[in-house]
């Protein structure tokens, strides 16, 4: 049988990128995924008719918001006729440098990804613990970033929101672990996606690259196998844990 046999997977951000990924090894591995995305439906979709097995839903849902956040949560119970893991994937960068933008801009920027990368997610772990409490528990997996640990000089919002989003996935651990629901983080550094295309394929990609000793950046999977193995059966003492993917290129104590 396999590893994700029926259980029932919402992933947000999921019509590219690791979210891709991420719900592409879920149906692999026999699970049913929601794919949960913001406005490209032609991209979800593709991606939905690309997962193995039947039974995957694509839902609408800005999850920077409470109603969306709501929506996705509801939405996919209804349609997947339940939930037992979640990713939180969906994550936006801006480049607000302290030293080149204007305070609009860098008020804007700081709402637009505390919003997206740490409210957002607070507001579906609320909605899906809410189900998980009642049906006998589950998992939940946020993905953050290096960029947490490391800093992120040009965008501060968002290595601070993934700070965030790694202590509120560690009081969540706590808080929810008597209900029987499990929250683990991946904190990936640079990864071969869209996000990071610009910055790859600039004059600075060959020294992103060699922050690692292997000389390269993640691929997609390799952030996915990290969430699956959280996932997992038998990965329940691993709650509160943060797993860093990211080629030895920033080693924290
Ligand atoms: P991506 O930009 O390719 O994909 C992100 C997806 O999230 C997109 O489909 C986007 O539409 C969706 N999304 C954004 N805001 C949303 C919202 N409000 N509601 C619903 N969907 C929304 O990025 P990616 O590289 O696949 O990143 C996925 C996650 O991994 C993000 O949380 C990102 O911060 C994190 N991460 C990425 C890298 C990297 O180098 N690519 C490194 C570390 C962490």
Same mark, same amino acid.
């Given at each position: 049988?396999?590893?994700?046999?029926?259980?029932?997977?919402?992933?947000?951000?999921?019509? +590219?990128?690791?979210?891709?990924?991420?719900?592409?090894?879920?149906?692999?591995r &026999? &699970?049913?995924?929601s794919?949960?995305?913001?406005?490209?439906s032609?991209s979800?979709? %593709?991606a +939905?008719?690309?997962?193995?097995?039947?039974?995957?839903? #694509?839902? %609408?849902? $800005?999850?920077?918001?409470? $109603?969306? @956040?709501?929506? @996705?949560?509801?939405?996919?119970?209804?349609?997947?006729?339940?939930?037992?893991?979640?990713?939180? *994937?969906?994550?936006?960068?801006?480049?607000?440098?302290?030293?080149?933008?204007?305070?609009?801009?860098?008020?804007?920027?700081? #709402?637009?990804?505390?919003?997206?990368?740490?409210? =957002?997610?607070?507001?579906? #772990?609320?909605?899906?613990?809410?189900?998980?409490?009642?049906?006998? &528990?589950?998992?939940?997996?946020?993905?953050?970033?290096?960029? !947490?640990?490391?800093?992120?000089?040009? &965008?501060?919002?968002?290595?601070?929101?993934? @700070?965030?989003?790694?202590?509120?996935?560690?009081?969540?651990?706590?808080?929810?672990?008597?209900? =029987?629901?499990?929250?683990?983080?991946?904190?990936?550094?640079?990864?071969?996606?869209?996000?990071?295309?610009?910055?790859?394929?600039?004059d600075?990609?060959?020294?992103?690259?060699?922050?690692?000793?292997?000389g +390269?950046?993640?691929?997609?999977?390799?952030?996915?196998?990290?969430?699956?193995?959280? !996932?997992?059966?038998?990965?329940?003492?691993?709650?509160?844990?943060?797993?860093?993917? *990211?080629?030895?290129?920033?080693? +924290?104590?």
């Open positions: 049988m396999s590893e994700f046999s029926g259980k029932k997977v919402l992933v947000t951000g999921a019509s +590219r990128g690791i979210g891709r990924a991420i719900a592409s090894a879920f149906a692999d &026999g &699970g049913v995924v794919i949960v995305y913001r406005s490209n032609a979800a979709e %593709q +939905r008719l690309a997962l193995a097995g039947d039974g995957h839903v #694509c839902i %609408q849902a $800005d999850v920077s918001n409470g $109603d969306g @956040a709501r929506r @996705a949560v509801e939405h996919s119970i209804d349609a997947l006729g339940g939930l037992d893991i979640v990713v939180n *994937n969906a994550g936006i960068f801006t480049t607000h440098s302290i030293d080149e933008v204007d305070f609009d801009d860098w008020q804007s920027a700081w #709402c637009a990804v505390i919003d997206t990368n740490l409210i =957002g997610p607070a507001h579906v #772990c609320y909605f899906a613990a809410q189900h998980m409490m009642k049906h006998g &528990g589950g998992k939940i997996v946020n993905v953050s970033s290096r960029g !947490a640990f490391r800093g992120e000089p040009d &965008g501060p919002a968002y290595g601070a929101s993934k @700070a965030g989003l790694n202590s509120m996935s560690q009081s969540l651990a706590v808080a929810l672990a008597p209900h =029987g629901i499990f929250v683990g983080v991946v904190a990936p550094g640079f990864v071969d996606t869209d996000m990071a295309a610009e910055l790859l394929h600039s600075t990609g060959d020294e992103i690259r060699n922050q690692s000793p292997l +390269r950046v993640a691929r997609p999977e390799e952030v996915a196998s990290a969430v699956l193995f959280l !996932a997992s059966e038998g990965a329940e003492f691993a709650t509160g844990a943060i797993i860093d993917v *990211n080629g030895a290129s920033y080693l +924290r104590s």
